[in-house]
């Protein structure tokens, strides 16, 4: 079982490497719970293009999520800027020509230059294969780091979320040998409701009948089928919350329990004593929990 929860970071150097005066491209990826797979890339400008190789990567390693990757320079960037000199010049002699046309009392300040687009220029960067290779290279590192610790907060969740079930199963324990006492109590209120009702009307009911209408209205409050597909349903997520491969759980799981969680309601909603009615409700909170709980499994 793996947690949708998890931080990498990956590192890996172009040319000779930093000891020796190279570059260090940095991969950072966050990952948080989401039903599907979201991607959302933070790129250096220079380092865009690359955006095609880490989703390539982390669709290797990764199924469902909301993932934020930052790509970087780990220090500077093997590039230097350029300034065109000729374009500079041209731009100065234009504008210096503008201003004494419009403003010849005015100062014309240098600073100008910064807004004239294409001045600048950057040059020697890294060749495009060399570039991929270390993105792809740091791109795995940081997915590594990321999976080994989805899969250590997994196991936190699975072992939280089997003791959980395993309470489930022994209060259901508890409460299935209580069923037919709760029944003859459900029987012992209708006679009793009936009668006082006919008291008060003064009206009368053949014995057969009125025994066989409370048997019926009793047979509707039985839960024990309720209580034996919660407990069937209890015994199939064991084993996926026992699970240890990095197979994706989270939807089986998720649906095994809003399916426990409607037997609960319907069971909660048919118990006649409050002592009973109080063990369901600890179990609807304990499924509540376990809900809220299974939205951040893999």
Not at 82 to 101: G, N
Request: aromatic fraction near 2%; charged fraction near 25%; proline fraction near 5%.
């Amino acid at each position: 079982m793996q947690s949708m929860t998890g931080y990498g970071r990956g590192t890996a150097p172009l040319g000779a490497g930093v000891a020796a005066g190279g570059s260090l491209l940095a991969v950072d990826i966050r990952a948080v719970n989401h039903r599907f797979f979201e991607l959302r890339l933070h790129l250096e400008p220079q380092l865009s293009v690359l955006g095609s190789t880490i989703e390539e990567v982390l669709r290797k390693h990764i199924s469902r999520g909301r993932v934020d990757v930052t790509l970087r320079w780990d220090g500077q960037a093997p590039t230097r800027v350029q300034l065109d000199t000729a374009r500079a010049r041209a731009a100065f002699e234009a504008l210096q020509q503008l201003q004494s046309e419009l403003a010849p009392s005015e100062p014309f300040p240098l600073s100008l230059l910064s807004n004239v687009p294409g001045l600048f220029r950057e040059t020697g960067g890294p060749a495009a294969e060399d570039l991929t290779r270390a993105c792809r290279a740091a791109t795995e590192a940081a997915c590594r780091e990321l999976v080994a610790m989805r899969r250590a907060e997994g196991e936190l969740l699975g072992r939280d979320l089997a003791a959980r079930c395993a309470g489930i199963t022994r209060a259901l324990a508890e409460l299935t040998p209580t069923l037919p006492e709760l029944v003859r109590l459900q029987q012992e209120k209708l006679r009793a409701r009936v009668a006082q009702l006919l008291a008060a009307t003064g009206l009368s009911l053949e014995p057969g009948r009125l025994e066989h209408e409370i048997a019926v209205l009793a047979d509707r409050a039985d839960i024990s089928e309720e209580l034996t597909r919660l407990d069937a349903h209890a015994r199939a997520l064991s084993p996926l919350l026992a699970a240890g491969s990095d197979e994706p759980v989270g939807h089986r799981i998720d649906f095994l329990l809003q399916e426990m969680t409607r037997e609960a309601n319907t069971s909660a909603a048919k118990l006649p004593d409050a002592a009973s009615t109080q063990v369901m409700l600890g179990i609807k909170a304990e499924l509540l929990r376990m809900r809220e709980q299974v939205q951040n499994v893999l």
